[in-house]
């Protein structure tokens, strides 16, 4: 195993890489390429690659080695009806008078990530926390096409971040489901753009 001093920022610069749509789905992920371009050696680009297939962001076959993930009609809707349901956890468990959420600055997919992110904390559950974390990074390439896809992401946003800060639970809980059920309606759309078969 690498040292952590090398292994961590090669982590970070491939999955922000894979989050951003740097590779097409399905192509082959070259350890050596990609070590030349971070300028480390290749092991620690093998070790980050394993530890990206193991969160299912890299696919990994014996034989015919790592490629950027192809997400597929059925594993986008699964994920959005975890990701939906640890929302809702979420909220269902969050005290009252918690601070409201502060999106993060940046781009769609980072403000959508933040608001999230923040959903899971408002709850003090680090489980709910991490896995929301996790299954965000998972869809962060898919809400590059929200807007085009969607549309109206801008206002959807606004529109949660707004009903968790002073709405009624039961408003929050329906932006939310309508959030998860617009993008479940495009979810071939969103395969066949990503690379997966139905």
Not at 5 to 17: C, G, L, N, Q
Not at 98 to 121: H, N, V
Not at 139 to 150: F, G, I, N, P, Y
Request: hydrophobic share 40%.
């Amino acid at each position: 195993m690498s040292p952590a001093h090398v292994v961590e920022p090669t982590y970070e610069a491939i999955k922000r890489r894979l989050m951003a749509g740097g590779w097409t789905p399905g192509s082959r992920l070259e350890s050596a390429k990609i070590a030349d371009q971070l300028g480390v050696s290749v092991t620690p680009v093998r070790d980050c690659l394993y530890r990206l297939a193991g969160e299912r962001m890299v696919d990994f076959t014996h034989g015919d080695g790592f490629h950027a993930h192809s997400l597929s009609e059925t594993e986008y809707r699964d994920m959005l009806e975890l990701h939906l349901i640890l929302l809702l956890a979420a909220l269902a468990t969050t005290p009252r008078g918690r601070a409201a959420p502060d999106p993060r600055d940046g781009d769609y997919p980072d403000r959508t990530a933040g608001l999230f992110i923040e959903m899971a904390a408002r709850s003090g559950n680090g489980e709910l926390v991490a896995s929301i974390t996790a299954l965000g990074d998972r869809l962060h390439l898919a809400r590059h096409l929200d807007e085009q896809l969607v549309g109206e992401t801008v206002a959807e946003l606004d529109a949660l971040a707004a009903a968790l800060t002073s709405g009624p639970p039961h408003e929050t809980r329906n932006l939310l489901f309508r959030y998860h059920e617009r993008r479940a309606g495009e979810a071939a759309s969103y395969a066949r753009l990503l690379g997966g078969a139905s």
